[in-house]
């Protein structure tokens, strides 16, 4: 499986973004996949995940502000991200798994930065 993150750029306070992750090779054994982020100094943390269905789960700090969707048609997920903060600046790297607690596939991450 292979992951290409796209869409990261410099943003103003408040602004939007929207990152795109194109999944190709053997996505039939896919059954989630996530966004996570790692910013300067920081440990990678997870930011939302999409189940094969369109379930999604979001960390707390992003609830309501960024949403995690899917177009299986594209073998695409996108991260709608809105409001976004000086805070939300780090890389922001696209996985998938099959099931269990590892990630097993990694796209090569997508900078984002919110600055004014």
């Known amino acids: 499986v292979q992951l290409q993150a796209s869409g990261g750029g410099l943003v103003q306070p408040g602004g939007s973004l929207r990152l795109s992750c194109a999944a190709s090779?053997?996505?039939?054994?896919?059954?989630?996949m996530a966004w996570h982020r790692q910013a300067p100094g920081k440990q990678r943390e997870l930011v939302a995940t999409i189940t094969r269905s369109g379930g999604a789960n979001y960390a707390d700090s992003m609830k309501g502000r960024f949403t995690i969707s899917r177009d299986n048609a594209k073998n695409t997920v996108y991260l709608q991200m809105n409001s976004l903060k000086p805070e939300d600046t780090a890389v922001y790297f696209c996985?998938?798994?099959?099931?269990?607690?590892?990630?097993?596939?990694w796209g090569q991450g997508t900078q984002v930065t919110v600055s004014s």
């Open positions: 996985a998938a798994k099959r099931n269990g607690l590892r990630w097993d596939y």
């Open positions: 090779g053997s996505i039939f054994s896919i059954n989630y």
